[in-house]
């Protein structure tokens, strides 16, 4: 049933989830990189979306033959469940598949069953129907509520298994999708996104790519501990993560994480690690050449979208002890605003007028050339919590900028020693380290020199594109050949 | 980096939850993996897997290079499943939420007020009604009121809830449309069918015509305003028709053409008003209002034929024989407020009930009791209403009346439950026979009774059902 076709060109089905190419930034300028980046390739993209009905936000280059999306709240899939036997026979598999859930000693069950749902979804079964059945209800409900299992504790009310098999139908839904035939299946997330390409592989032999940039299983778990559900709910659903985790791990042919930092989680989660291999993000040097002289005022520039991960409000507490010292200093925040982020960024504002340094800190709001953003400062900051392999910080490398970053994801792994790197979440640390900088102009020559040479050997994006490439064609002549030539890059001045 | 998708429309979870302070331990010297159990302990206490708690050491900031510096553990995995392990289990309780179904008792009496008021245009319009009897010796132009009356009864029941469909996507302007036509074709229905009833029954046509096509007007333009929630303004609206009606029926002023004409003065400003709420109403669209496909009209079958059954039914009581007995009407259309009200009652209920009981069996039996004490405050109102307008407007006594209402009350109510829970064709499916025995003679304590008991069972094992709820 596999393989590509002889003689035509390679195809490519690049699953997302909430990115491309519906999306601006992150993730999506990744994929249109690459996307960009192989003229010679066939791509499709499957993207798992909210109601469907988004727009695209990327103007897509020939070589994208179609766009297809799976939606996980748009209409209720039509379909009717099955009854008698047949609705018993499924309910006695989704039970074993929800006690996979629950608890551990049951984990081998959930690979089969994930697959026989997803048989039963694209064998005409309405995967829909049959979870909103009572029977359903009642097999979560009698399950979970068994003195053996941790939930049983916790008192699961009915609404709790409402709620339950609500979240789980709908995150579900990507399996009734029909999965790519054919090619390479390539998920640029975790997640959702690997659903069509577990079902690609399991049921058409498709070679399944696996890339990680943030870890999709770490942002579930911190994004449940404020959601508005009781401990059975969030045990169930975040099982379902943690169990799709392991299933992607373990059945991707190749997980390539953007650094190493992430690695440990998907060693964590089950994957074998001869077959997980680091792949940088890069940038195209063309676009980002050096940025020239520094600003006449000592600047300290930032960009990024205004957030809470983004953690400005350590940025801008450390600027306010620099310029204790170096009263002359600014600050230039460079960044839109997204949608529902109000709130944060009026909290930003407050802190400002309350550490009383207004007059030196400008939110400048989205630029159109972001290069500018990193010319405009004597040093580029970046003060995340959470990254995966940063653009902006290889960017502000690239433009031969001296960086004060945080130490977070695979920070240390980009800048190496060519900038200074500061544990997160402190101010004082961050605001020493930018005073050394912007005291020694000699030391910022320096460094920001160093900065592009590593860009330019590392973390260019015609390096990332052509490992892409290869790995495309590895794959499809021999998927399980790949791991042997898993290698991982070797880094100069970095220890991680 | 990655973005991700929430699994549910509207479901809003913060990517990174507020660092966790920093504890101040006593003594100074702090023993660091107390000061990690003691900073972690809330997260691990409610944490899922050990995994989540590694997330949450990671996203405080806490790198491993700390962790083995501070806390003499490998990494955050080591750290977080030492946490775990020592952490006794706590389950926090979410914030409560409040029932959604908590509508105030005085917005469900308005709705019972004007769905009653428009009756007072009857002595209002006596003048144009008057005229030969009707077949069978019933009043002139009953047949004509009648017919117009049901079918704009029924259609606006099937309008309202295909509105309901649109507005709940957000579709204002296909909702405004649907509206738009939707009257129109009601008030050409309500006259058509006046036309046809009145050549076959009633004798001089003329104004009795009139009086029905002004009635299917008023019916379109009030099913807006009660379909958008303009009950205020219809209530204002009805105002000049129904205190003048009311003065009439009370005896206070003679009736005369020149006071019927404060029926048009009403019909105008109904009109008027639903216009403004329709524009109102397109305005709410933002620009992508397409897209989605219509939801299909065999949806809003049933309540029409329900509404439909509902008129036969609550109409048949008031045409006994050859003579017009409105008082059981008007008890049940003005108790429909009530009924409203202790729908609502019985869906708060069941919300707590959902997250009160912890097996199937646990919420049936919360179902079945909610069902028979919704019911049951129902019937209470419905028995004083009747008899108090029992009483006033015909001098009926109390019990002979009750028998009657009583059972066709009980199958009312409970039909309307039914239909707000998705079983829409079940209780059409009961009604319209029930109605089709009314009007082929059966008596109504049998129809009401029999229907009662059918609906009951039905709703007893279905409402007990929590999937019926979600």
């Given amino acids: 049933m596999n393989g590509p076709v002889k003689n035509g060109p390679v195809e490519v089905t690049l699953l997302t989830e909430g990115t491309y190419p519906y999306v601006h930034g992150g993730v999506s300028v990744w994929c249109d990189q690459l996307v960009r980046g192989m003229p010679d390739v066939r791509f499709h993209v499957l993207g798992i979306t909210g109601s469907g009905r988004e727009p695209h936000v990327w103007k897509l280059p020939p070589q994208v033959a179609s766009v297809s999306s799976a939606p996980l709240w748009g209409p209720t899939p039509q379909g009717s469940a099955p009854r008698g036997r047949g609705l018993r026979r499924f309910l006695a598999g989704y039970e074993r598949f929800l006690l996979a859930l629950l608890d551990v000693d049951f984990e081998q069950y959930f690979a089969d069953e994930l697959y026989e749902l997803a048989e039963f979804a694209l064998t005409g079964g309405s995967l829909t129907a049959a979870l909103r059945t009572e029977g359903a209800l009642r097999s979560l409900q009698s399950?979970?509520?068994?003195?053996?299992?941790?939930?049983?504790?916790?008192?699961?009310?009915?609404?709790?298994?409402?709620?339950?098999?609500?979240?789980?139908?709908?995150?579900?839904?990507?399996?009734?999708?029909?999965?790519?035939?054919?090619?390479?299946?390539?998920?640029?997330?975790?997640?959702?996104?690997?659903?069509?390409?577990?079902?690609?592989?399991?049921?058409?032999?498709?070679?399944?790519?696996?890339?990680?940039?943030?870890?999709?299983?770490?942002?579930?778990?911190?994004?449940?501990?404020?959601?508005?559900?009781?401990?059975?709910?969030?045990?169930?659903?975040?099982?379902?993560?943690?169990?799709?985790?392991?299933?992607?791990?373990?059945?991707?042919?190749?997980?390539?994480?953007?650094?190493?930092?992430?690695?440990?989680?998907?060693?964590?989660?089950?994957?074998?690690?001869?077959?997980?291999?680091?792949?940088?993000?890069?940038?195209?040097?063309?676009?980002?050449?050096?940025?020239?002289?520094?600003?006449?005022?000592?600047?300290?520039?930032?960009?990024?979208?205004?957030?809470?991960?983004?953690?400005?409000?350590?940025?801008?507490?450390?600027?306010?002890?620099?310029?204790?010292?170096?009263?002359?200093?600014?600050?230039?925040?460079?960044?839109?605003?997204?949608?529902?982020?109000?709130?944060?960024?009026?909290?930003?504002?407050?802190?400002?007028?309350?550490?009383?340094?207004?007059?030196?800190?400008?939110?400048?709001?989205?630029?159109?050339?972001?290069?500018?953003?990193?010319?405009?400062?004597?040093?580029?900051?970046?003060?995340s919590i959470s990254e995966g392999f940063p653009f902006s910080l290889i960017e502000a490398m690239a433009c031969g900028r001296a960086t004060v970053s945080t130490d977070v994801g695979g920070v240390r792994e980009a800048v190496g020693d060519t900038g200074l790197v500061v544990p997160p979440r402190e101010p004082e640390a961050m605001a020493r380290a930018t005073l050394g900088l912007l005291r020694q102009p000699q030391l910022r020559q320096e460094l920001g020199e160093a900065a592009r040479n590593r860009v330019l050997e590392q973390f260019t994006l015609e390096r990332t594109v052509t490992t892409f490439r290869n790995l495309y064609q590895a794959l499809l002549d021999d998927p399980r050949a790949t791991p042997s030539s898993a290698t991982e890059p070797v880094l100069a001045g970095c220890r991680v | 980096?990655?973005?991700?998708?929430?699994?549910?429309?509207?479901?809003?979870?913060?990517?990174?939850?507020?660092?966790?302070?920093?504890?101040?331990?006593?003594?100074?010297?702090?023993?660091?993996?107390?000061?990690?159990?003691?900073?972690?302990?809330?997260?691990?206490?409610?944490?899922?897997?050990?995994?989540?708690?590694?997330?949450?050491?990671?996203?405080?900031?806490?790198?491993?290079?700390?962790?083995?510096?501070?806390?003499?553990?490998?990494?955050?995995?080591?750290?977080?499943?030492?946490?775990?392990?020592?952490?006794?289990?706590?389950?926090?309780?979410?914030?409560?939420?409040?029932?959604?179904?908590?509508?105030?008792?005085?917005?469900?009496?308005?709705?019972?007020?004007?769905?009653?008021?428009?009756?007072?245009?009857?002595?209002?319009?006596?003048?144009?009604?008057?005229?030969?009897?009707?077949?069978?010796?019933?009043?002139?132009?009953?047949?004509?009121?009648?017919?117009?009356?049901?079918?704009?009864?029924?259609?606006?029941?099937?309008?309202?809830?295909?509105?309901?469909?649109?507005?709940?996507?957000?579709?204002?302007?296909?909702?405004?449309?649907?509206?738009?036509?939707?009257?129109?074709?009601?008030?050409?229905?309500?006259?058509?069918?006046?036309?046809?009833?009145?050549?076959?029954?009633?004798?001089?046509?003329?104004?009795?015509?009139?009086?029905?096509?002004?009635?299917?007007?008023?019916?379109?333009?009030?099913?807006?305003?009660?379909?958008?929630?303009?009950?205020?303004?219809?209530?204002?609206?009805l105002a000049p028709a129904a205190l003048a009606g009311a003065a009439v029926l009370a005896g206070l002023l003679p009736g005369s053409p020149a006071l019927s004409s404060l029926l048009l003065c009403t019909l105008v400003l109904v009109a008027r008003r639903a216009r403004r709420a329709l524009r109102a109403c397109g305005e709410r669209a933002e620009e992508d209002d397409g897209g989605e496909h219509a939801p299909g009209l065999r949806a809003s079958l049933p309540h029409g034929l329900f509404g439909l059954a509902m008129a036969l039914l609550t109409l048949g009581t008031a045409l006994r024989g050859s003579h017009v007995d409105i008082a059981p009407t008007v008890a049940l259309t003005l108790s429909m407020g009530p009924a409203e009200w202790l729908l609502y009652g019985y869906r708060s209920r069941i919300h707590h009930a959902l997250r009160a009981a912890s097996s199937s069996r646990a919420f049936a039996l919360r179902s079945v009791h909610s069902l028979f004490l919704g019911l049951g405050s129902y019937l209470g109102v419905l028995a004083v209403l009747g008899a108090v307008l029992g009483a006033f407007l015909a001098g009926i006594p109390f019990g002979p009346q009750l028998a009657d209402l009583m059972p066709l009350g009980a199958a009312v109510w409970t039909a309307l439950l039914l239909q707000a829970l998705g079983s829409a064709w079940t209780a059409a499916g009961v009604c319209v026979p029930a109605a089709a025995a009314t009007l082929a003679g059966v008596g109504e304590t049998a129809v009401g009774g029999i229907s009662a008991a059918v609906l009951l069972l039905f709703a007893c094992a279905t409402l007990g059902r929590a999937t019926v709820h979600r």
């Fill in chain 2, 1 to 237: 980096m990655s973005a991700t998708l929430e699994l549910l429309p509207g479901l809003r979870l913060s990517p990174l939850p507020p660092p966790l302070p920093r504890p101040a331990l006593p003594g100074g010297a702090a023993d660091p993996a107390e000061e990690a159990a003691v900073r972690f302990s809330g997260i691990a206490a409610s944490a899922v897997h050990p995994f989540e708690v590694a997330a949450a050491i990671e996203a405080d900031g806490v790198t491993d290079r700390q962790v083995q510096r501070d806390y003499g553990r490998m990494d955050a995995f080591e750290l977080a499943e030492e946490l775990y392990a020592d952490t006794p289990r706590d389950y926090p309780e979410p914030e409560p939420v409040p029932s959604p179904w908590n509508a105030p008792l005085s917005a469900s009496l308005l709705r019972g007020l004007v769905y009653a008021l428009p009756g007072l245009a009857f002595p209002l319009g006596r003048p144009l009604l008057r005229g030969p009897a009707d077949v069978g010796g019933l009043p002139h132009g009953t047949f004509a009121l009648a017919a117009s009356l049901l079918l704009c009864w029924g259609w606006n029941q099937g309008l309202a809830h295909h509105t309901h469909l649109w507005l709940g996507r957000g579709r204002y302007r296909a909702a405004e449309r649907g509206l738009r036509r939707g009257v129109a074709a009601c008030a050409g229905l309500g006259t058509a069918g006046a036309l046809i009833a009145g050549l076959l029954t009633g004798r001089e046509l003329g104004p009795v015509l009139l009086f029905c096509a002004g009635q299917s007007l008023y019916m379109g333009a009030s099913c807006v305003l009660l379909v958008l929630g303009c009950e205020r303004g219809l209530l204002c609206a």
């Fill in chain 1, 143 to 383: 399950l979970w509520s068994r003195p053996f299992l941790a939930t049983h504790a916790a008192r699961p009310t009915v609404q709790d298994a409402l709620q339950a098999t609500d979240l789980l139908e709908h995150a579900l839904r990507p399996l009734a999708v029909q999965p790519p035939s054919r090619g390479v299946a390539h998920a640029v997330t975790g997640g959702l996104a690997v659903l069509p390409g577990l079902t690609a592989r399991r049921f058409h032999g498709v070679p399944l790519l696996l890339s990680e940039h943030g870890i999709y299983l770490r942002e579930r778990y911190l994004s449940y501990r404020t959601a508005p559900y009781r401990w059975p709910v969030k045990a169930l659903i975040l099982g379902f993560f943690r169990m799709l985790a392991t299933e992607g791990y373990r059945g991707a042919d190749l997980i390539t994480p953007c650094n190493r930092y992430n690695r440990r989680w998907e060693e964590r989660g089950g994957c074998d690690p001869e077959r997980i291999r680091t792949i940088y993000n890069g940038v195209d040097p063309g676009l980002f050449p050096y940025a020239g002289p520094e600003p006449e005022t000592p600047t300290l520039s930032w960009a990024g979208r205004v957030d809470p991960i983004k953690d400005l409000e350590t940025l801008i507490r450390a600027y306010a002890l620099v310029r204790a010292e170096i009263p002359e200093v600014r600050l230039r925040l460079f960044g839109g605003v997204p949608a529902g982020g109000e709130a944060y960024r009026e909290r930003l504002d407050r802190l400002v007028s309350e550490l009383g340094v207004g007059d030196g800190v400008v939110f400048e709001g989205r630029i159109d050339t972001v290069r500018h953003a990193y010319a405009a400062g004597s040093v580029v900051m970046l003060s």
